[in-house]
């Protein structure tokens, strides 16, 4: 069941993964041509969906910009899908028990910590650079899986889900990140609200109401009270994901039950070859919607809006915040904004500290008998896995632009520097992994 789900979860990312790529391609294009100017202008036109006063898009009375709508609003469902995902591995998957999970997660624990230290000791004493710090911490678990599905059956089953779990963990440990140190002023009244929300889904959840759209209704009021209270709105998805039950009204041995029962009274209709509609009675259709409302109660709600929720994400959300946040205008840059600013530190943070910090606390793991290496894979192509750790393209820019976009006069010059950093250094990362991989991974298998 895991190792199915690590398989369905690597082509997903695969595929989508080509139309991040081409989003960000166009992004950049669009930054640096003649419709630049369109391109910024158009994110920052205002979006509202009002009824009467109430306006849904609005941030303590100011209608949000389209950019913030993307970063706050669709970046939320992401989260939602990210808050899903891990806990269904939490449950049932490669983070369901303490053999599974050791190894992902303290590789997660090395790539989160060193990438932190390298930026640090790269931009000291700077307060405006430092509110980046947490930018190389995370692998984006699209681009990486993407690059490794390049390499096909020559990579062992084993340092796929090592992969795939560590950035689930590491899309955890971003989220923990973001709740503590992305809060803005507390407004205490909305905070009150945002609590009440939770409290009514768990409320719920204990009670047994299997209804997705309840979930996803409190979730959306849940999101606009967080929006308002200082805490980033963001949270709200993933706290609605840990809300949502995962298991079934009545168990799958009740509904299996009354499938086969239904089915055993059905009319067995030959197959003649020939072409033609059989009229159905009423009593036949009301039989067959019953096996189709027993089909649908055997997937916990969790699992269907999972299920549901992947084509949005990785078609929808993901590459049009891709399209909206990558576009990085060079021609107000030079060489040196890469190497004077910010670019340095997140570009080192995530080419070499994350490849240290993972490839290091694995080892030493190893070493002392805590966990042992993925299935198949040595230490060489274990190396390779942990440079495509580095490609940290969509969460740190997320993570880049909470950092630095509020900044008095210097933010818009250090989140285009950040961005550069990211891109460089998930595009080296991408390369080294590539080439290592290339070379110590098996020809065939």
């Known amino acids: 069941m895991a190792n199915y789900s690590f398989k369905s979860m690597l082509k997903k990312y695969a595929s989508s993964s080509v139309l991040l790529i081409i989003c960000t391609i166009l992004a950049l294009i669009c930054a640096n041509t003649a419709a630049k100017e369109w391109y910024f202008d158009f994110w920052q036109q205002p979006v509202s969906i009002s009824v009467g006063n109430f306006n849904l898009f609005s941030h303590h009375g100011h209608s949000m910009t389209l950019l913030q709508v993307i970063n706050d609003f669709l970046m939320a ?9 891990i806990k269904r591995e939490i449950l049932v998957g490669e983070l369901s028990s303490m053999k599974k999970a050791m190894l992902p997660v303290i590789g997660a624990c090395g790539g989160m910590l060193f990438p932190v230290i390298v930026f640090w000791l790269l931009c000291p004493g700077d307060a405006d650079m430092q509110r980046g ?27 796929k889900v090592f992969l795939a779990a560590l950035a689930v963990a590491d899309d955890l440990g971003g989220i923990i990140v973001i709740a503590l140190f992305y809060t803005s002023e ?20 204990r009670a047994k109401v299997h209804n997705k759209f309840f979930y996803l209704l409190t979730g959306l009021v849940l999101w606009y009270t967080m929006l308002n209270s200082g805490i980033h709105a963001t949270i709200a998805g993933v706290i609605t994901a840990f809300c949502i039950p995962a298991t079934l009204q009545k168990g799958t041995g009740f509904y299996l039950k ?20 059989v009229i159905l009675s009423n009593d036949e259709i009301n039989r067959l919607k019953s096996i189709e409302s027993a089909t649908d109660k055997l997937i916990s709600p969790l699992q269907d809006l999972e299920d549901n929720l992947h084509a949005l994400i990785g078609y929808v959300v993901i590459p049009v915040f891709a399209f909206s946040n990558i576009g990085v205008d060079f021609s107000t840059m030079s060489l040196e904004s890469l190497f004077s600013g910010v670019g340095m530190p997140v570009m080192s943070g995530l080419v ?3 490849f240290v910090g993972v490839f290091l606390f694995a080892w030493v793991a190893v070493k002392m008998g805590i966990v042992t290496l993925p299935d198949g894979a040595d230490w060489k192509s274990f190396s390779g896995v942990c440079a495509l750790c580095g490609i940290g393209l969509t969460v740190s820019i997320f993570i880049a632009d909470l950092s630095y976009a509020a900044v008095p006069a210097r933010g818009a010059e250090l989140l285009a520097q950040a961005k550069l950093g990211i891109l460089c250094g998930s595009f080296i990362s991408a390369i080294i992994g590539c080439i290592l991989l290339q070379i110590f991974l098996p020809k065939k298998r």
């Open 77 to 85: 469902l992401f989260f939602l899908s990210v808050g899903l995902e």
């Open 133 to 159: 710090i947490a930018i190389p911490m995370a692998t984006d678990i699209a681009f990486s899986l993407g690059v490794l599905s390049v390499f096909s059956t020559r990579v062992p089953t084993g340092l």
């Open 186 to 205: 507390i407004h205490t009244n909305y905070l009150i609200l945002s609590a009440i929300c939770v409290l009514i889904m768990i409320i719920g959840n």
């Open 258 to 277: 009354r499938i086969r029962e239904h089915l055993s009274k059905f009319p067995v209709i030959e197959d003649t070859g020939k072409k033609g509609t």
């Open 352 to 354: 070499i500290g994350k």
